[in-house]
């Protein structure tokens, strides 16, 4: 697909990942590899926010497994507190959680393991809730992962993304597990090639861990302009990276 070549802003997403109420980091997506960083999600939202970012990007862990909601009090706080937009996904299984999710304020939901399993929610969702649903797609090696990244599937990420970009979806996410957590990189090479064959924005996640990471992506972006966003977790909270020099890098100059 042709893009035109214009540079744009990329927006950073912070990302909080919710585990038994509280704030961690996996490796490689690993339950047992997780680091926790807060056990107030409302304050930790309240700190990105103060920090300047313009969205947050929320993952409930423990409902990713057990395909249902798990960190609802942690999510409310999270709303609460929050002042900018919030995307959130884990364990979000049927049209009744969306609503749910979206009635109580969270701006977009995040679809993952149901949009391979049942690709027409995803078009059912996109219709009854048009600009307020996005893809998650999770791949190790290139093959979409499912339940909490416990399953491989025989899918590949590309042809996952192509199947669904006709279904209104406002983003996908793309994450490469075996750079999550990891502070290896960005895989830039699948995300490019997302973004070359499609017209859905992108946003980049797994593997940040400095700023030349986010350069890199400023780069690749200019090219493959549907290159929307970047999401970043464990450099945050370690103090690799700040926001500010963040937004600084992902702008338009």
């Not at 009090?73 to 049209?95: K, N, Y």
């Not at 590949?156 to 192509?162: E, H, P, R, S």
């Not at 973004?195 to 946003?203: D, M, S, T, V, W």
Request: proline residues 3%; neutral net charge.
């Amino acid at each position: 697909m042709t893009h035109s070549f214009t540079k744009h802003a990329l927006t950073l997403y912070p990302a909080i990942d919710l585990k038994n109420g509280q704030c961690v980091r996996l490796r490689q997506g690993e339950m047992n590899q997780a680091t926790i960083y807060s056990d107030n999600p409302g304050e930790q939202a309240q700190n990105w926010n103060d920090q300047g970012c313009k969205w947050l990007h929320v993952v409930d862990l423990d409902g990713a497994f057990a395909k249902k909601s798990m960190n609802s009090g942690a999510i409310s706080e999270i709303l609460s507190h929050s002042q900018v937009p919030v995307q959130l996904g884990g364990g979000i299984r049927d049209l009744k959680a969306i609503e749910f999710w979206l009635s109580r304020g969270v701006r977009r939901v995040i679809l993952g393991s149901v949009a391979i399993k049942n690709p027409q929610l995803v078009y059912e969702a996109c219709k009854k809730f048009p600009e307020h649903i996005v893809i998650g797609i999770d791949a190790k090696k290139g093959y979409v992962s499912t339940e909490g990244w416990a399953e491989i599937s025989k899918m590949k990420a590309l042809d996952l993304a192509l199947r669904l970009q006709d279904s209104g979806v406002s983003a996908i996410i793309f994450t490469e597990i075996e750079r999550d957590g990891m502070l290896s990189g960005l895989d830039l090479e699948q995300t490019a090639g997302l973004a070359h064959h499609l017209h859905i924005p992108i946003i980049a996640s797994g593997g940040v861990g400095n700023l030349n990471h986010l350069k890199a992506l400023r780069t690749i972006a200019n090219q493959e302009p549907c290159i929307e966003g970047v999401i970043v977790g464990r450099a945050l909270y370690d103090g690799r990276i700040n926001i500010n020099d963040a937004l600084k890098v992902l702008a338009t100059c």
